[in-house]
């Protein structure tokens, strides 16, 4: 029997495979069974294994966002904003209303505004990871300032950098002095 949903509605009543307890598999996501990469017509050639990874890759990251847990990933990222001390020399031409940094994590927010706060003196497991620019200047997390529609959780890394990114946006907007936000900022102030 093919792999697929008669067999999946036969597993359970299978007196030999009763003790596994079967997953509920999305046919509807996969592929189909004549396509190249489905399940009759695996993918073969060494040059298309880059594309399935990066068809994977597209797959995990639109599913995420969707707000499904893909692979055992139950990670979610959330924006936080720091408040920051001005600069020691700031542009008398330049009078933001504040300065700022955007960010967002798959950590809790408050541990990582210490990671930002403490910077190398943080207690690190691995490489350290923080912003020098809002090491030097942190002055407070400021949850406060985070708009309602930016609070929310963010179920993929890409959905994070973009949310990040306009979030940046939506502060210089507001005549704010803003670092942080970087990744797809670019792409977002050109739309």
């Not at 068809?55 to 990670?75: F, H, I, P």
Request: charged share 30%; hydrophobic share 30%.
């Amino acid at each position: 029997m093919k792999p697929g949903p008669e067999l999946d509605g036969w597993l359970p009543k299978s007196r030999s495979l009763k003790k596994y307890v079967p997953t509920r598999v999305r046919y509807d996501l996969m592929l189909p069974d004549d396509e190249a990469g489905g399940r009759d017509r695996p993918f073969r050639v060494p040059g298309e294994a880059t594309r399935v990874k990066a068809a994977l890759e597209a797959l995990r990251e639109r599913l995420s966002g969707e707000g499904y847990t893909v692979n055992g990933d139950e990670r979610t990222w959330r924006l936080y904003v720091v408040e920051l001390l001005p600069p020691t020399r700031p542009d008398p031409k330049v009078r933001p209303k504040g300065y700022l940094y955007v960010g967002q994590t798959s950590i809790c927010v408050k541990e990582r505004a210490q990671q930002h706060e403490e910077g190398p003196k943080y207690r690190w497991t691995g490489k350290p990871k923080y912003s020098k620019p809002c090491h030097r200047r942190f002055k407070a997390l400021r949850m406060d300032l985070l708009p309602a529609e930016y609070a929310g959780p963010l179920y993929s890394r890409e959905s994070a950098l973009c949310a990040e990114s306009e979030l940046r946006l939506h502060f210089e907007h507001l005549d704010y002095a803003v670092i942080g936000g970087q990744e797809r900022y670019t792409q977002m102030k050109g739309t």
